[in-house]
């Protein structure tokens, strides 16, 4: 069969991984790159500008030529909109029949297939599903594991999603997909050492993909060995300049970390960067990742307060560890990201000020705040289901808070900006938010990120590389 993956910009190593475990099977992938440039959910939207650099003349010109059998979508839930419309659009020029996957289809499989451009859902990980799904097309016979579609305006169910356990047994990834449809996704090499997480966090998709695997007695969380990892970047043509390891927890397995990092150092040698939980022993792993590599990590804090940090958010994490992680990291040279989270329905003055305050003593280099996203299938949307106003649970971005959204954004921006401040005025203005009211705006996150980051950064690189890549495309008449 032919599957035509349509993406919306970003790098994904999800469908690398799909494209791959597809060509082992003796199928053919390709890949349409919709950038959805000024249209990001929540962080860089201008209606103006998305319109003036629309992709989707191309986007659809692209996939009517490659004439494919099966579309696939890899969609959350704030690009579900995109996707849906699209689909109907490619489904009505090319005939195709389509296949959505990722963390929406999976938490909301009924509501997916219950729209027209649906023909199935994927649940969970695709890289045995999908695979089955193009030989049931092919072959016929029972839906196969994993997969979800309809007859008639029914919906019929394939068994429960069993997801790979064995990690090292997948092909490697396809990395050619994305490198060939744009060179920007050629700078940095995207790798995961392991699937899962190991935490409950209240707000988080992988709440739903546990749920999803439970009867299947897969583990939600498995880990690749440490000479599979380095094989793969052993392997490579070239060296990419440096790694960005994009698992829920890098260091979820000391054991494992301890046995991998000076082999990485070694055979391999280039910088790195990686998400972390800031556990109690993170603090004392900082000297082996900055030995390593490592140049960036990121860690949620989310919010100040313990007890509601575990209560309401199901993280269970201390603020002495969180402090000691963040000296220990910047003393070893490694440049530090806290996650934060505003807009919380029990978030109060007195703890933001807390919060405010913690970093003017113990800051990281930089701050990303949030505002609370509830999405359909976690704990903390069940909790507050009765205020959902949008299919699927989805809330809306704002407007959870008791306080008023004047004092949110003055929160917003002064936690965005305190790392930025000289050492002397951070106390200061800890305690003053309004100060900072007229400061913010998503506009003063992107340019926060723009003005503080390590060269390597992966996320905020790819962001500038791939607009300034799709916006001389367009002026150049190729769009």
């Known amino acids: 069969m032919r599957i035509l993956f349509v993406h919306n910009g970003y790098e994904s190593l999800g469908i690398e ?32 500008l998305s319109s003036l ?81 193009a030989a049931h097309l092919t072959a016929g016979g029972p839906l196969p594991a994993g997969i979800w ?31 060939a449809a744009a060179p920007v996704f050629s700078d940095g090499y995207l790798l995961s050492s392991s699937r899962g997480c190991p935490h ?13 695997y439970r009867a299947s007695g897969v583990p939600c969380l498995r880990r690749r060995g440490a000479e599979n990892v380095l094989g793969e970047l052993e392997g490579l043509a070239a060296a990419p300049g440096f790694v960005h390891f994009t698992d829920e ?30 556990d109690a022993r993170l603090a004392a792993l900082a000297p082996a990742l900055a030995a390593a590599g490592c140049f960036k990590v990121q860690l949620g804090v989310q919010r100040f307060d313990e007890d509601k940090r575990a209560e309401l958010l199901g993280r269970r994490a201390a603020n002495a560890d969180i402090a000691a992680a963040i000296k220990a990291l910047r003393a070893a040279g490694i440049y530090v990201t806290c996650d934060n989270i505003l807009d919380l329905p029990d978030e109060s003055e007195g703890e933001l000020a807390a919060l405010a305050a913690f970093y003017a003593e113990h800051t990281p280099d930089h701050n990303e705040v949030f505002f609370l996203r509830l999405y359909p299938g976690t704990p903390l949307a069940a909790r507050c289901a009765g205020r959902a106003d949008a299919p699927g649970g989805l809330m809306r971005p704002s407007g959870h808070s008791p306080l008023p959204p004047g004092r949110q954004r003055a929160w917003f921006s002064l936690l965005t900006l305190l790392p930025r401040l000289p050492a002397p005025l951070r106390r200061f203005a800890a305690a003053r938010p309004g100060l900072f009211r007229l400061a913010g705006g998503l506009g003063l996150r992107a340019l926060s990120r723009l003005l503080s980051r390590p060269r390597r950064d992966f996320h905020t690189g790819r962001f500038l590389r791939l607009y300034k890549h799709f916006i001389f495309a367009k002026l150049k008449g190729h769009g």
Do not use: M
């Open 149 to 179: 579609g309809k007859k008639g305006g029914t919906v019929v169910k394939g068994p429960p999603p069993a997801p790979p356990a064995d990690l090292d047994a997948l092909p490697l990834p396809d990395k050619e997909l994305f490198s």
């Open 53 to 133: 650099f629309s992709f989707r003349g191309r986007v659809l010109r692209q996939a009517e030529a490659f004439r494919p059998d099966l579309l696939a979508f890899s969609v959350f839930t704030d690009t579900w909109p995109w996707a849906r419309a699209l689909a109907a659009e490619l489904k009505a020029r090319t005939g195709a029949r389509t296949v959505f996957g990722g963390i929406h289809p999976s938490s909301v499989p009924d509501e997916v297939l219950a729209d027209q451009a649906a023909d199935f859902v994927c649940l969970g990980e695709g890289d045995l599903a999908l695979p089955a799904l």
């Open 249 to 278: 927890v890098f260091n979820s397995d000391y054991g494992w970390l301890e046995k991998f990092l000076p082999l990485y150092k070694a055979r391999v040698g280039l910088p790195f960067s990686c998400f972390v939980f800031p």
């Open 200 to 212: 409950s966090c209240a707000y988080c998709c992988n709440s739903v993909y546990r749920e999803l």
């Open 17 to 48: 991984y799909l494209s791959a475990a597809l060509k082992r099977a003796g199928h053919e992938t390709a890949l349409v790159i919709d950038p959805c440039l000024f249209d990001e959910a929540g962080f860089w939207r201008s209606p103006a």
